[in-house]
């Protein structure tokens, strides 16, 4: 980042402290969050650094209730990084299930491998070691490290994201993508004790979750309704850049879930025909097939017939 980039960075940053002394003020928002929160299993006092992790991978992208029950079976299966990277590939992909973009199966056990050469079997603390392992991006990194050991870092996701924009900023959305802002503005905001900046994180994601919801806000039960910049402001309509809407149903994404749901459903390796009940236009099919093929989910084997990856070793 260049010079002038980081003058503004700092500039937003201090501009958020200033401009919103008392909002989100951690003892409100604790004191509701230990009232409030969801009683969720990855968030047990003593819950390993491996279990944490799992859960924040598994969370990309898809909601806690599709989580609970193949997080749950995950772990009982694979409740440490060595028991993880000991299976194959194709025993992840067929355990992850319907959670989606299954990639994230394969790099998780690929993370597993890495912990268990480098890290001697321990998920590391630091942030940059995180981020160091397959599929461990920015924000999984900063949510394990403060999650799991209690760093002084700045967890933001969506939620946390828009959170920031109604309480801080008074605007009705936060762009279009978690940005670098984003984190300066609530590392400004956490308090100065480590374990208290963890919870005080976790608190804000989670009022983002249940209460200052995209979709429909509960402003009327809301802790922090009398500190809210949006709220003094009137809740204006949001006017800035906008996320093209996902369409899911009928996607190519959708048909490659469709395939691997085929493969996941049995032992034995699948015929090219047998994929034609789970999509009948034979150009999205082929053309999905493909992609897992070249995505490393999906092999072809000599014969021709496909299986999931690591299935035949």
Request: glycine residues 8%; aromatic residues 6%.
């Amino acid at each position: 980042m260049t010079a002038t980039g980081l003058a503004a960075l700092s500039l937003a940053a201090s501009r958020i402290a200033g401009r919103n002394s008392g909002v989100l003020r951690p003892e409100v928002l604790l004191d509701w969050y230990a009232a409030a929160a969801r009683d969720l299993p990855w968030r047990v006092p003593g819950i390993s650094p491996w279990a944490i992790m799992v859960s924040e991978v598994m969370l990309q992208q898809t909601p806690v209730a599709r989580v609970l029950p193949v997080w749950t079976t995950w772990m009982d299966r694979w409740p440490d990084p060595g028991a993880l990277a000991g299976a194959t590939p194709a025993d992840a992909l067929r355990s992850w299930g319907r959670l989606g973009y299954p990639r994230r199966a394969l790099r998780l056990r690929a993370a597993a491998g890495q912990i268990l050469t480098r890290f001697d079997g321990s998920v590391p603390a630091t942030v940059e070691e995180l981020e160091s392992l397959p599929g461990i991006g920015a924000y999984t990194a900063r949510a394990v490290a403060a999650f799991a050991f209690g760093a002084r870092t700045p967890v933001v996701d969506t939620n946390v994201a828009r959170v920031l924009a109604r309480a801080v900023h008074g605007r009705a959305r936060a762009g279009p993508s978690v940005s670098h802002a984003d984190r300066a503005g609530l590392e400004s905001l956490l308090p100065t004790v480590p374990a208290r900046a963890a919870a005080f994180s976790v608190a804000v994601m989670e009022l983002g979750a249940l209460v200052c919801t995209a979709v429909a806000p509960a402003c009327t039960t809301c802790p922090i309704r009398a500190d809210c910049a949006w709220q003094r402001a009137g809740r204006p309509a949001y006017d800035g850049p906008r996320r093209a809407p996902q369409r899911f149903e009928g996607t190519d994404r959708q048909v490659r879930g469709l395939l691997l749901d085929v493969l996941r459903g049995t032992s034995e390796p699948v015929e090219l025909n047998e994929f034609a009940g789970a999509c009948s236009d034979d150009g999205q099919r082929s053309r999905a097939l493909d992609s897992l093929l070249v995505d490393g989910l999906v092999e072809q084997l000599a014969d021709g017939r496909f299986v999931l990856t690591g299935e035949s070793e």
